[in-house]
């Protein structure tokens, strides 16, 4: 698929079908994550791929929407902040990284025929619990992976001129 068309096809998927997603098409996605640029190329993150067939309700406690776990995958994108690039002003790039790996692993299922919705505004600590992370790992996104069951609304965006200033502010 072309790029702009890829970019442009690509929306928050909000209901999902049972079908299952095919190894290949799994492997497609993380490997893209893989290979998203990270600060001094640290890849500070670990991808967490979880089935939700039969833990519906353990994972509907981490973000409590239905559509969360209709999908038959969760992946949770995890960053590891003592292996993040910092800047010398004290810029931890943790963050950056890890939405830049999801930003892939997000175009890439799209690129594929499957439906994603980045989650942000989940508990972090039934997470954490639900996962087994360890202390000095941090879950910063999250979203279901599997093929859409509903149809993209229209998007509303900005104009550019909104969003762009040339040479100074």
């Not at 992946?75 to 943790?94: D, F, H, M, Q, R």
Request: net charge negative.
């Amino acid at each position: 698929m072309e790029f702009t068309d890829l970019i442009q096809k690509r929306y928050s998927v909000r209901s999902y079908r049972s079908d299952p997603v095919e190894e290949e098409k799994l492997q497609q996605v993380l490997e893209a994550a893989r290979l998203a640029p990270t600060a001094a190329n640290r890849q500070p993150f670990q991808l967490i791929v979880i089935h939700t067939v039969g833990r519906e309700e353990e994972l509907g406690g981490i973000y409590q929407r239905e559509w969360f776990t209709q999908a038959p995958l969760v992946i949770c994108a995890c960053g590891l902040p003592e292996n993040a690039w910092t800047s010398k002003e004290g810029v931890n790039y943790t963050y950056v990284d890890v939405a830049i790996a999801m930003d892939h692993l997000i175009l890439e299922a799209t690129n594929l025929g499957l439906g994603t919705c980045w989650v942000a505004a989940f508990d972090r600590e039934i997470a954490r619990q639900t996962l087994g992370l360890p202390d000095d790992v941090v879950p910063i996104a999250m979203t279901p992976l599997g093929y859409p069951a509903d149809q993209p609304k229209t998007k509303v965006r900005k104009e550019l001129s909104e969003l762009v200033r040339y040479e100074r502010w």
